[in-house]
């Protein structure tokens, strides 16, 4: 079955801290995955995608499909960051989204 | 530009009562979706319609009916609300083929079934 795991329900680094938050799939077609973000008070929102290969907001994800990855990383984490992160997994020849459970990045000063 | 906009954004119902949350969306999308967000469980897709007049199921559909008798909107109804309903409820809707996964969103209507 298709499945999005993100194993880390809550990750508390120090500001100018590497980020690493984990994503994997379990798909057997040709997955197109994305990162979307949850400020607090603001509407879930796109941050970035596999296909586009771009860094948005000093993020980046690769898509690993030999460990059916996605993980998003960003080398020096700002306050701003703090948010809930989901990776989310798009189905080949379909429109539907699945989604993972959700990882809150807290950032400390 | 509102974008998607979901009414009522809180909703307190007993058990067996009915309702409808509407999402209403101005970008002239074709796809639209129903989620619900529950804490440890993420956002688990209900039901999502690819096209006026045309709906599909999602991963947890049973308890909930969706119509799209126009475009623009996405009606999500309970027939007989339990408390396992209790949840915040997402629309969102997505441009076509030429933005495949790129959904918006709108703000959520908080939804407890008591």
């Known amino acids: 079955a298709q499945r999005v795991t993100q194993p880390e329900k809550l990750l508390s680094v120090f500001k100018g801290a590497p980020v690493e938050l984990k994503c994997n799939y379990s798909?057997?077609?040709?997955?197109?995955l994305f990162w979307y973000v949850q400020y607090s008070r603001q509407r879930l929102q796109l941050l970035l995608r596999h296909i586009s290969r771009e860094s948005i907001k000093g993020f980046t994800a690769d898509l690993n499909k030999g460990e059916t990855s996605f993980h998003l990383k960003k080398p020096f984490a700002q306050e701003e960051d703090s948010a809930m992160y989901y990776c989310?997994?798009?189905?080949?020849?379909?429109?539907?989204?699945?989604f993972g459970s959700g990882t809150r990045l807290l950032v400390r000063p | 530009n509102a974008g998607v906009t979901q009414t009522p954004k809180f909703r307190v119902l007993k058990t067996g009562q009915s309702m409808t949350l509407l999402c209403a969306q101005d970008?002239?999308?074709?796809?639209m979706y129903w989620y619900r967000q529950d804490p440890g469980m993420g956002l688990r897709l209900i039901h999502y319609s690819v096209g006026e007049g045309t709906t599909a199921k999602g991963e947890v559909p049973d308890g909930y009916n969706v119509s799209r008798l126009k475009k623009q909107n996405f009606l999500l109804g309970l027939e007989s609300a339990a408390p396992s309903q209790t949840s915040v409820y997402f629309c969102?809707?997505?441009?076509?083929?030429?933005?495949?996964?790129?959904?918006?969103f709108g703000e959520g209507s908080r939804l407890t079934v008591l």
């Open positions: 969102a809707s997505q441009p076509g083929q030429g933005a495949i996964g790129e959904l918006f």
């Open positions: 970008m002239n999308h074709e796809y």
């Open positions: 989310a997994l798009l189905m080949d020849s379909s429109y539907k989204l699945i």
């Open positions: 798909y057997s077609g040709s997955p197109e």
